[in-house]
Structure formats: C-alpha cells, structure tokens
C-alpha cells in the first residue's frame, strides 16, 4: 500500500538525545537503544470512517518518537499497517451500501491528507491487510504444525492456553481479560473454544463477506495475528517500539505478542509496548462506534489551521487520557499566532538554551507540554522585547519543525 510524502525535515545544532520511553509490559521508563536504524511498528487505522482527534493523538505521539530519534542521528524503519479487512468496516458498508474495498480505500486516502496536513512523518512501510493474507496464512500454517492453533468448526483459534507467558504485555488479572476481550471484538461465549479468551485467527467464510481461497479454507484472517505476520516479516523480532493507543494494551497487544513469542521461540516481540492516552468527548473515548467524534479534515474544512490542531494535541502528555473541548483549540491557535510572531520577529533571545530544552523534555517519555512551555517562555521575550541574536528566530523555527512537528510561516 502507498505511503505518504517524506517532507523534509531541517537538522538542529547541537546534540540529540537518548529517548526514554514509559514501557507498559515493565511499568517503568527505560532508555529507547536501537541499533543503527531504530524499528518502530504502530498500529494503523481500520479505514471506515475519517481520522478523528483520538487517532491523530495517537499518530502524532508516535511521531514524536520518529523525531527524537532522527534528531539523535538514528535511522528509523517505521512500520504501520491499515487493517483494511475487518468486522467494523464489514459492518459499516453493509449499513452504508458501499463496496467494503472502496470505503476502505476512500478512508485510508483521507487518513493520508490528514497525516500530511498535520506533519505526520510518514512510516517507511504502510501495509494493508489484504496484502498481508500471504503473510498470515503461513503464521496460521505454523501454529497449527506446532498444535498452538486449533479448529472449531471451519474458524482457526489460537491457544492462548500454550503460552505460559500470557499476560506479558497487560499483567491484567483473567477478570479484567475477560471483560476487555468481550468488548473489544473477542467471542469469549463461543462454544468449542479451549479458552474463552483465546482469539480467532482465520474466519471462515460468512455470506456476502469477502474471502480468500487457502489450503486451509474459504475465510479471512482474525485480527490480531495481522500486526503479528506484518510485524515479524517488516521488522523482525524485538524491534524497539510497539505503539498504538492504550485501548490496544488488551487484547490486541497481548495477543499478537503471545504470537509472536510462540512463534519465533524468541523474546520480546518489542522492547517497548507504549501506549498513548485516550481523547474523549463528552466524558466517553471518542470512538467511531460510538460516534462521538470530532474529525481532524472536518476541522480542516472548517478553516482550522493544522499546525494549531497539531499544537492543541501536544498540549497533553501523550499518556494522559483527556477530554477534547473547543477551548483546547482557542488556545493552541493562540499560541500559534505568538510563536509565528516570534519567529518572524528580527532578533531574540538565542536559540540554544530553548533546543536543549525541548530536547531534554521530549526524550524524557515525550514530554510534549514541557517542550511547548521552553517554546512559550522564549516566544514571550521576544514580545517583551528581549534578545540580540538576530539568527536566533529562524533557528527556533527549525526547533519546532525538527522536533516538534510545527512548521511556522
Ligand atoms: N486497526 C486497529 C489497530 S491494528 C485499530 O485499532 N484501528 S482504529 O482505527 O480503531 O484505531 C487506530 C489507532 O488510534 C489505534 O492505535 C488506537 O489505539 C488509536 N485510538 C483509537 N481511538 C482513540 C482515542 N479515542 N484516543 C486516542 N487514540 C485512539
Ligand atoms: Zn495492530
């Protein structure tokens, strides 16, 4: 699947940071150590609806986390994948009387403009699920060699039982598990299962659902095992992130790490599992399924300036869970018009001290707002009048653009 444009990126003096991330498996922050090129696979969008302020969040925290690392002279091989096959999508163009594959198409082609438009470095490989069956039929094939996936009817299931290390990621006890997994798409009732939380792998063919033809039947691969396949294949075993939003922790996370681990006898899939806050609205996570959305191209379309939803979004640490309101933008499109004036004035302070600081705040586990406070702090001495160095403003502006994201003109 095609990816969205590279935009430049311009360097800042000076030296990077080592990024330290909040690891959810450990519970702790740990220094981030890639090799030469940093692997980072975040879970991508299931295309049947628009980006939401939710999504952004997420996307632009883990752009943070691109950043840094390029700023610290890394390479970074960035995997997302599209989860262009699903029960939701299924669903909504059943409701909605669409082709599934022309929604699904039309709604990644949205997420892209709406990625490009908010500065979102695109990932070096975006894969669909479609694409991937190849992939995921031969990870099915082997745990069902190994006797870790079994049938029930004509659908695959995965032993979560064969996995002694089950838990890994969440640590949650089985009640919450059994909660989490009912909610968010698992079948916890299905007669025939060895375990109620053990998840579909391979979905035999319904009727008027899209199919595909393997030696192991007419069907469509479960969820889970898609990040999995794509993961293992792209990047490899114990790549450096794993990222997504927290409602992945479980079971999404879990289980494709339970996978991975059975599957290549080799550990830890990722050497951090982190995860971004939820954004609500009206006191419930904005979700498509439950249609509390403000969408980020309908801001667009309402004259919002991207750069002053990109600057709304940072303005929360990216682990916080937080209501969006209409002040968050009031007041980020504030504070784009004090830090345009700033970098355009003719001198200011120098730029030095605030690049050190926005450096030490965003690899100490992407401190965003602490960034934008050093931003603001400089930005009001220039209104002040403060300040010599007349390289000093352009030099901020790379700051922001190399490592923040927020290109000011
Ligand atoms: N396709 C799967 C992942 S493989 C999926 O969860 N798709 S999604 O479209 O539902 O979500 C895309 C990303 O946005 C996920 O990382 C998810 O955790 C994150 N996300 C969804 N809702 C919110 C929200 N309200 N706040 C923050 N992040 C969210
Ligand atoms: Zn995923």
Redesign the pocket.
């Known amino acids: 699947m095609e990816t969205w444009t590279q935009p430049p990126v311009p360097s800042v003096p000076g030296e990077g940071r080592v990024l330290s991330l909040y690891d959810t498996a450990t519970a702790d922050v740990r220094r981030t150590a890639p090799d030469a090129t940093a692997r980072l696979y975040?879970?991508?969008?299931?295309p049947y609806d628009a980006t939401?302020l939710?999504?952004a969040?997420?996307y632009v925290a883990f752009d943070l986390v691109q950043r840094v690392w390029m700023d610290a002279g890394y390479r970074v091989h960035y995997v997302q994948?599209v989860?262009d096959v699903?029960d939701p999508l299924l669903e909504r163009a059943v409701a909605t009387g669409q082709d599934w594959s022309d929604l699904a198409r039309a709604e990644t082609a949205l997420f892209r403009e709406d990625m490009t438009a908010l500065g979102v470095l695109p990932p070096r490989e975006y894969i669909g699920a479609v694409e991937s069956i190849p992939l995921v039929v031969d990870r099915i094939d082997q745990l069902l060699a190994a006797g870790t996936a079994y049938r029930v009817d004509d659908d695959i299931y995965f032993a979560t039982g064969n996995d002694p290390d089950f838990g890994f990621v969440s640590s949650y006890d089985r009640e919450t598990m059994l909660a989490l997994f009912a909610e968010r798409g698992g079948d916890p009732e299905r007669p025939g299962k060895r375990d109620a939380l053990d998840p579909v792998l391979w979905q035999a063919e319904r009727p008027g659902e899209p199919a595909w033809d393997t030696h192991f039947g007419h069907g469509r691969p479960g969820?889970h095992i898609?990040?999995t396949a794509i993961a293992l294949h792209h990047l490899g075993n114990r790549f450096d992130v794993q990222?997504?939003?927290?409602?992945?922790i479980f079971p999404?996370h879990e289980m494709g790490t339970s996978l991975a681990h059975l599957l290549t006898d080799d550990r830890p899939f990722a050497k951090h599992f982190v995860h971004?806050?939820?954004?609500?609205l009206g006191g419930q996570?904005?979700?498509?399924s439950k249609g509390n959305l403000v969408f980020v191209s309908r801001l667009r379309d309402d004259g919002h300036e991207p750069m002053a939803i990109r600057l709304a979004l940072l303005a929360h640490h990216y682990r916080s869970d937080w209501e969006w309101t209409d002040g968050d933008l009031k007041q980020a499109e504030d504070r784009l018009h004090r830090w345009t004036f700033a970098v355009t004035a003719d001198r200011g302070p120098s730029a030095g001290q605030v690049a050190e600081a926005v450096r030490a705040a965003l690899a100490n586990d992407l401190d965003a707002p602490a960034a934008l406070a050093a931003v603001d702090a400089w930005a009001e001495q220039v209104a002040a009048g403060a300040g010599e160095d007349s390289d000093a403003p352009s030099q901020l502006a790379d700051v922001t653009h190399a490592l923040l994201g927020v290109v000011l003109r």
Do not use: F, Q, Y
């Not at 975040?42 to 299931?46: N, P, Q, R």
């Not at 971004?276 to 609500?280: D, F, K």
């Open positions: 975040v879970c991508g969008i299931t939401h939710g999504h969040a997420t994948n989860t699903d969820w898609e990040c990222g997504g939003g927290s409602d992945l999404h971004a806050g939820m954004v609500g996570k904005m979700s498509k």
